[in-house]
């Protein structure tokens, strides 16, 4: 079959530093990522989560990633499950599967690595010897549509219970006369643990949400869970190196989780609260040891926004003779233009050719609306600074569709982008700037939950007339297609109704759908309309503050109420505050 | 600046990794093993690794060759990082596991290299030998190799439709498969293949690519010229025997030697 595949190496693993334990006896479990090998692997979280649970003696992890169409068919031509990388083992054959939910556009790869595995799709079909389904990630901010599929989803940080899950399996596999039922009710003791079939969700005519009703012995929704000191939680120094190249190729630290700008749009920042850090003199021992471990040329500081970390500059410094010495190229993935500096961009100039930032909007009253606190006049001098430090391409995030948005604002990102080619060549020019313009996504758990997504012809319109413009400014532009921002603003807001449509998608062919050539609107549409399903319900309303959520059940920091004060202050008080509260 | 020449294994485990990958695979494995390792200058510096002919994707290979340039001062930092380098004759580290090495001034040395690149090695990575040699000597991609491959499979009979039972063919003494295509195509005086690729297509005669060729009830085994401008891909092998009514669906793929000649 290898022999048949493109880029076989994606399924054998075998890569340096991966385990494979053999021993009977022990509980199996599997990580699995919804894409491609060369997606997954680049995850810190499933790479922490993965050595974490094989540090333990007794547990042992593997990892599963979606095949690609050409495996899928042979699999199914020749009636082969999905394996392990690890033992090769069938997915219905481990004891915890748990998925990593980074994309909303994933879902239906989940629907199709558990029908490829041999495991039953939905939760209710299940029996005692089928694995436990899991998921975790940012996605289970709001785990409704999948709800049918997935026995439990973990809100929040997974380091400390990930292990309680595996414990109460464990000792849950032990007992003679056991029943799911059980230990789904179990499972839900563990905090920040959601189990969707211990809630019957009632809708009321118009489709909203009338009642959730909880099993008599469960709780009323989690509190997601959160790491308390990232000083003294686990850490891989070991890391997998993957055979072949992956998205990103590098060693990573993990410099802070969460962030403390609050941008109103932004998922990230708000279900990831508080900000938690790392010492620079812990991140740069891991980073020796990554590297000695690995043999990595690249090291990247992640984190939500990485110039954000106070000591950039001391561990940046610290790094030095690992740079030197050893040729590894830093590199800072998210840079924000207000803190970005020519020391940083010298420092950590290293392999990138690419900066990017994320204007989003193409006026500073805009930004202010949706809590970007960012500058116009900080943009041009980061621009300038970079082009100064000889970066050849510059890439620059708007989105289109934004809360409280102006005719002038989508003007604005024209006139934004031409002050920027303007500064760059006054700064001596020599560098080519692209721009990504995709619509605005209303996310849980945001203080824009509450709000409408623009309709298909808005922002077509708008996409395209500034593709159009920006092209004619020598300007690329690109950004993600409008019907996969709607079909994404579904899924994101959902109910677990939509479950049913993403499984006919999934029986209609849908795959890797965040792929834009994978993708087909149609299929989706006809998926929704055979549920019921009008997606302008979930897309184009303005939800009322009393409305329940789907996903009113897992509770971030950021609870509804800060949520909405945020919201009316989008509309209200434009006036940027510098540090969002925590 | 020293140059080292590497004979390395490439085992299952780096079987289906591209011919960039393995230059990556054995790039960090020297990386970890913290050997002097000399860069290339300019924006992106890599290590000094020049790779032998490609390995297909697929392909295991028994005796592959790379070229790795360490720093000048490489043996005294080796000594720090590994241990002496002077060992009396016979006392070499066991846990080495390089067979042998060449050269008697750097004999040492060369063992010390294949341990510590072994030790660092990623899976499916073991080299063998490592000897050094002059700079100016040719490259590995201006030189011409004689490379034996052998094909493991089955054997389909597309003439006749059906499937080449190996075992009904011992038993009955008859003779191996294909073995009178193979024995046609060495005493034909050329081998005319269309060759469609990605880039482009082009006419080409086979016949002088072709060193030797032979079948077996599983497997053929055939040695390939490959010159600086290229050589025949096993695709193309199988092809010949297909065109001739022979399928031959393919399970193993390895390239058991490959030898180099200079001039
Ligand atoms: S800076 Fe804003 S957009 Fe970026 S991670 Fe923080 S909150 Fe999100």
Same mark, same amino acid.
């Given at each position: 079959?290898?022999?048949?595949?493109?880029?076989?190496?994606?399924?054998?693993?075998?890569?340096?530093?991966?385990?494979?334990?053999?021993?009977?006896?022990?509980?199996?479990?599997?990580?699995?990522?919804?894409?491609?090998?060369?997606?997954?692997?680049?995850?810190? @979280?499933?790479?922490?989560?993965?050595?974490?649970?094989?540090?333990?003696?007794?547990?042992?992890?593997?990892?599963?990633?979606?095949?690609?169409?050409?495996?899928?068919?042979?699999?199914?031509?020749?009636?082969?499950?999905?394996?392990?990388?690890?033992?090769?083992?069938?997915?219905?054959?481990?004891?915890?599967?748990?998925?990593?939910?980074?994309?909303?556009?994933?879902?239906?790869?989940?629907?199709?690595?558990?029908?490829?595995?041999?495991?039953?799709?939905?939760?209710?079909?299940?029996?005692?010897?089928?694995?436990?389904?899991?998921? @975790?990630?940012?996605?289970?901010?709001?785990?409704?549509?999948?709800?049918?599929?997935?026995?439990?989803?973990?809100?929040?940080?997974?380091?400390?219970?990930?292990?309680?899950?595996?414990?109460?399996?464990?000792?849950?596999?032990?007992?003679?006369?056991?029943?799911?039922?059980?230990?789904?009710?179990?499972?839900?003791?563990?905090?920040?643990?959601?189990?969707?079939?211990?809630?019957?969700?009632?809708?009321?005519?118009?489709?909203?949400?009338?009642?959730?009703?909880?099993?008599?012995?469960?709780?009323?929704?989690?509190?997601?869970?959160?790491?308390?000191?990232?000083?003294?939680?686990?850490?891989?120094?070991?890391?997998?190196?993957?055979?072949?190249?992956?998205?990103?190729?590098?060693?990573?630290?993990?410099?802070?989780?969460?962030?403390?700008?609050?941008?109103?749009?932004?998922?990230?920042?708000?279900?990831?609260?508080?900000?938690?850090?790392?010492?620079?003199?812990?991140?740069?021992?891991?980073?020796?040891?990554?590297?000695?471990?690995?043999?990595?040329?690249?090291?990247?500081?992640?984190?939500?926004?990485?110039?954000?970390?106070?000591?950039?500059?001391?561990?940046?410094?610290?790094?030095?003779?690992?740079?030197?010495?050893?040729?590894?190229?830093?590199?800072?993935?998210?840079?924000?233009?207000?803190?970005?500096?020519?020391?940083?961009?010298?420092?950590?100039?290293?392999?990138?050719?690419?900066?990017?930032?994320?204007?989003?909007?193409?006026?500073?009253?805009?930004?202010?609306?949706?809590?970007? !606190?960012?500058?116009?006049?900080?943009?041009?001098?980061?621009?300038?600074?970079?082009?100064?430090?000889?970066?050849?391409?510059?890439?620059?995030?708007?989105?289109?569709?934004?809360?409280?948005?102006?005719?002038?604002?989508?003007?604005?990102?024209?006139?934004?982008?031409?002050?920027?080619?303007?500064?760059?060549?006054?700064?001596?020019?020599?560098?080519?700037?692209?721009?990504?313009?995709?619509?605005?996504?209303?996310?849980?758990?945001?203080?824009?939950?509450?709000?409408?997504?623009?309709?298909?012809?808005?922002?077509?319109?708008?996409?395209?007339?500034?593709?159009?413009?920006?092209?004619?400014?020598?300007?690329?532009?690109?950004?993600?297609?409008?019907?996969?921002?709607?079909?994404?603003?579904?899924?994101?807001?959902?109910?677990?109704?939509?479950?049913?449509?993403?499984?006919?998608?999934?029986?209609?062919?849908?795959?890797?759908? @965040?792929?834009?050539?994978?993708?087909?609107?149609?299929?989706? !549409?006809?998926?929704?309309?055979?549920?019921?399903?009008?997606?302008?319900?979930?897309?184009?309303?303005?939800?009322?503050?009393?409305?329940?959520?789907?996903?009113?059940?897992?509770?971030?920091?950021?609870?509804?109420?800060?949520?909405?004060?945020?919201?009316?202050?989008?509309?209200?008080?434009?006036?940027?505050?510098?540090?969002?509260?925590? | 600046?020293?140059?080292?020449?590497?004979?390395?294994?490439?085992?299952?485990?780096?079987?289906?990794?591209?011919?960039?990958?393995?230059?990556?695979?054995?790039?960090?494995?020297?990386?970890?093993?913290?050997?002097?390792?000399?860069?290339?200058?300019?924006?992106?510096?890599?290590?000094?690794?020049?790779?032998?002919?490609?390995?297909?994707?697929?392909?295991?290979?028994?005796?592959? *060759?790379?070229?790795?340039?360490?720093?000048?001062?490489?043996?005294?930092?080796?000594?720090?990082?590994?241990?002496?380098?002077?060992?009396?004759?016979?006392?070499?580290?066991?846990?080495?596991?390089?067979?042998?090495?060449?050269?008697?001034?750097?004999?040492?040395?060369?063992?010390?290299?294949?341990?510590?690149?072994?030790?660092?090695?990623?899976?499916?990575?073991?080299?063998?030998?490592?000897?050094? *040699?002059?700079?100016?000597?040719?490259?590995?991609?201006?030189?011409?190799? #004689?490379?034996?491959?052998?094909?493991?499979?089955?054997?389909? #009979?597309?003439?006749?439709?059906?499937?080449?039972?190996?075992?009904?063919?011992?038993?009955?003494?008859?003779?191996?498969?294909?073995?009178?295509?193979?024995?046609?195509?060495?005493?034909?005086?050329?081998?005319?293949?269309?060759?469609?690729?990605?880039?482009?297509?082009?006419?080409?005669?086979?016949?002088?690519?072709?060193?030797?060729?032979?079948?077996?009830?599983?497997?053929?085994?055939?040695?390939?010229?490959?010159?600086?401008?290229?050589?025949?891909?096993?695709?193309?092998?199988?092809?010949?025997?297909?065109?001739?009514?022979?399928?031959? #669906?393919?399970?193993?793929?390895?390239?058991?030697?490959?030898?180099?000649?200079?001039?």
């Amino acid at each position: 079959m290898l022999y048949q595949v493109e880029r076989p190496a994606r399924y054998l693993g075998g890569e340096r530093n991966a385990c494979r334990k053999e021993d009977a006896g022990l509980l199996r479990v599997a990580l699995a990522y919804p894409d491609l090998y060369e997606i997954g692997m680049s995850n810190l @979280g499933l790479s922490i989560l993965y050595h974490l649970i094989n540090a333990e003696p007794d547990l042992s992890c593997e990892r599963v990633y979606a095949p690609a169409l050409d495996l899928e068919v042979l699999l199914r031509r020749d009636r082969e499950p999905l394996r392990t990388l690890e033992s090769g083992r069938p997915l219905g054959q481990l004891d915890i599967l748990g998925f990593s939910l980074q994309y909303e556009m994933t879902y239906p790869q989940v629907l199709n690595m558990l029908d490829l595995g041999g495991i039953p799709l939905r939760t209710a079909q299940r029996g005692p010897a089928d694995p436990v389904v899991i998921a @975790g990630g940012p996605c289970a901010a709001n785990p409704e549509p999948m709800a049918h599929f997935f026995d439990a989803v973990l809100a929040g940080d997974g380091e400390e219970a990930i292990l309680e899950i595996c414990r109460l399996v464990q000792s849950w596999k032990r007992e003679e006369r056991r029943t799911r039922d059980e230990l789904l009710l179990a499972l839900s003791r563990i905090p920040g643990l959601y189990i969707p079939s211990l809630y019957r969700f009632h809708f009321s005519r118009d489709g909203t949400i009338e009642a959730i009703e909880p099993h008599p012995q469960g709780p009323m929704g989690v509190e997601s869970r959160r790491v308390k000191d990232l000083e003294t939680s686990f850490f891989p120094t070991r890391p997998i190196v993957p055979t072949l190249e992956t998205v990103h190729d590098r060693a990573q630290v993990e410099l802070f989780r969460g962030c403390l700008r609050g941008c109103r749009f932004c998922q990230a920042g708000f279900i990831y609260r508080p900000r938690r850090m790392r010492s620079a003199g812990l991140l740069k021992r891991q980073a020796e040891e990554i590297i000695a471990s690995t043999g990595w040329e690249e090291l990247g500081l992640v984190s939500l926004s990485s110039c954000d970390y106070p000591h950039l500059e001391e561990l940046l410094k610290s790094l030095g003779p690992l740079r030197a010495e050893q040729r590894v190229n830093v590199s800072l993935p998210s840079l924000r233009a207000d803190s970005f500096s020519v020391e940083v961009a010298r420092l950590a100039q290293g392999h990138q050719i690419t900066l990017t930032f994320a204007p989003e909007a193409g006026s500073d009253r805009l930004r202010q609306a949706i809590g970007k !606190q960012l500058l116009e006049e900080e943009i041009l001098t980061a621009v300038e600074q970079a082009v100064r430090c000889r970066f050849p391409r510059i890439k620059l995030y708007f989105m289109i569709g934004l809360p409280t948005e102006r005719e002038e604002d989508v003007h604005g990102i024209l006139a934004l982008v031409e002050r920027l080619r303007r500064r760059a060549k006054g700064a001596g020019g020599g560098v080519k700037f692209s721009a990504a313009v995709s619509a605005f996504v209303p996310k849980p758990q945001t203080p824009f939950q509450w709000e409408p997504m623009e309709r298909l012809e808005g922002i077509r319109a708008k996409r395209s007339f500034l593709r159009d413009r920006l092209r004619r400014m020598g300007t690329e532009a690109g950004g993600q297609q409008e019907e996969l921002s709607l079909l994404e603003g579904v899924l994101a807001r959902g109910d677990r109704r939509v479950g049913e449509a993403i499984f006919f998608a999934w029986q209609e062919g849908a795959r890797l759908d @965040g792929w834009s050539d994978h993708f087909s609107f149609a299929r989706w !549409q006809s998926a929704l309309t055979r549920c019921g399903l009008e997606p302008s319900f979930y897309l184009h309303r303005t939800r009322p503050r009393e409305e329940i959520l789907p996903w009113s059940l897992v509770r971030f920091p950021a609870g509804p109420a800060y949520l909405w004060r945020e919201r009316e202050r989008a509309y209200s008080d434009p006036q940027p505050t510098k540090e969002a509260k925590e | 600046m020293t140059r080292w020449r590497l004979l390395y294994r490439v085992g299952w485990d780096l079987a289906f990794a591209s011919h960039l990958d393995r230059w990556r695979a054995i790039s960090r494995s020297a990386r970890r093993a913290a050997l002097p390792l000399a860069y290339s200058q300019g924006f992106h510096q890599r290590p000094r690794l020049a790779m032998g002919p490609p390995l297909p994707v697929g392909a295991c290979g028994e005796e592959e *060759l790379a070229d790795l340039y360490l720093e000048d001062d490489s043996q005294q930092q080796c000594d720090t990082v590994h241990g002496p380098m002077s060992r009396a004759p016979g006392q070499e580290d066991p846990s080495l596991r390089s067979r042998a090495c060449f050269g008697p001034e750097t004999k040492d040395f060369g063992l010390n290299l294949c341990g510590a690149l072994n030790n660092a090695a990623s899976p499916g990575l073991e080299v063998r030998q490592a000897w050094s *040699l002059p700079l100016e000597e040719r490259s590995l991609t201006a030189c011409t190799y #004689h490379a034996r491959w052998r094909m493991d499979g089955w054997w389909e #009979h597309t003439a006749a439709g059906h499937h080449v039972d190996a075992g009904y063919h011992a038993a009955a003494g008859w003779v191996v498969p294909a073995s009178e295509v193979a024995q046609a195509l060495l005493a034909a005086p050329s081998l005319p293949l269309h060759r469609i690729t990605p880039k482009g297509e082009k006419d080409l005669d086979l016949r002088p690519y072709l060193l030797a060729l032979q079948t077996g009830l599983e497997s053929i085994e055939v040695e390939l010229l490959v010159t600086p401008s290229g050589g025949v891909r096993w695709e193309e092998i199988c092809r010949l025997f297909q065109e001739r009514g022979y399928r031959f #669906h393919l399970c193993g793929l390895c390239r058991t030697s490959l030898k180099w000649f200079s001039d």
